[in-house]
């Protein structure tokens, strides 16, 4: 096995390891885990801040 058959093995490996973490995570499935973590950042914290703590 030369090189060049070697490197477009490798090629092959990584594309369908790319097309599947891109269907993972397009899939219906994940959604609305998705969402939920992408309004993590904007969402208020409840936890009262203690005395002395900087603001």
Known sequence: MDS???SGIVT???IVVFVGIVW???SRRN???FEDAGRLPFAEDDVPTQK???Q
Do not use: C, P
């Open 4 to 6: 060049g058959t070697l």
């Open 12 to 14: 092959l490996v990584f």
């Open 24 to 26: 993972w995570a397009y």
């Open 31 to 33: 959604k609305e885990r």
């Open 52 to 54: 002395g703590d900087k």
